[in-house]
């Protein structure tokens, strides 16, 4: 079992729409996720991240933590070309290790 | 020179040759670390180093041998490197391993074997 799990895509929506993408872990204890971004031929930067079971908003971008359902999700409204890229869920593995897990990531095309 | 930064961009090497691979932060950051970027895969730890003290090795072959010689600075030493290690190789820093998710990474380099 992959210990995070996301859906490669690709995700399309339309200019404007809201975009959806999931997460999913399997180590119940873990406490701090992220989400990065990485356009095409660049490296990954971090958008977002949320600690706590609920909603996280910061513009555009909102995070939402289940840590019931070991699930976390971003949204991202008003849906921009520019927002086209991959988006990758990752997740802290407790003991502060310096051990962060990564998905494989969702790749999104916003079509204009 | 600001953020992170990672030489050389692009570099082919064959199965015998020895290699390295630089990083330098100027972000003040403690704690550094090794990604391993292969396509269709996750992004893969390879190694953890916090104030210049190895914290994780992420079970990786010893034919990549890292060196940290201080909080600013990681390399990355190749030595017989298979085909398959062929990979974007980044470099990430963090403010510390409590902040192990709030990473800034390098542009990579891009690793061809032949």
């Known amino acids: 079992q992959k210990e995070v799990e996301q859906n490669s895509g690709p995700l399309s929506v339309p200019e404007g729409a809201i975009a959806s993408l999931n997460c999913t872990y399997s180590?119940?204890?873990?406490?701090?996720f992220f989400w990065y971004r990485q356009y095409s031929g660049k490296s990954p930067e971090l958008i977002m991240f949320?600690?706590?079971?609920g909603d996280k908003e910061d513009g555009r971008f909102t995070a939402q933590l289940n840590k019931a359902s070991q699930y976390v999700s971003l949204l991202i409204r008003d849906s921009q070309p520019s927002d086209s890229a991959t988006y990758l869920c990752?997740?802290?593995?407790?003991?502060?290790?310096?051990?962060?897990?990564f998905g494989q990531g969702t790749t999104l095309q916003v079509k204009p | 020179e600001t953020g992170v930064t990672q030489t050389p961009r692009h570099l082919v090497m064959g199965m015998t040759n020895k290699k390295s691979l630089k990083c330098e932060q100027h972000?003040?950051?403690?704690?550094m670390y090794w990604y391993k970027q292969s396509a269709k895969k996750p992004l893969e730890l390879m190694f953890v180093?916090?104030?210049?003290?190895?914290?994780e090795n992420n079970s990786v072959p010893s034919r990549f041998s890292p060196e940290c010689p201080n909080s600013s600075h990681l390399f990355l030493h190749l030595h017989t490197l298979q085909p398959e290690d062929s990979a974007l190789y980044l470099c990430?820093?963090?403010?510390?391993?409590?902040?192990?998710?709030?990473?800034?990474f390098g542009e990579g380099s891009r690793l061809t074997v032949l």
């Open positions: 990430a820093s963090s403010l510390a391993i409590a902040n192990t998710g709030e990473l800034f």
């Open positions: 180590d119940r204890g873990s406490q701090s």
């Open positions: 949320i600690y706590s079971n």
């Open positions: 990752a997740v802290n593995v407790i003991g502060n290790t310096g051990k962060l897990i």
């Open positions: 972000l003040g950051h403690n704690a």
């Open positions: 180093y916090n104030f210049k003290e190895q914290t």
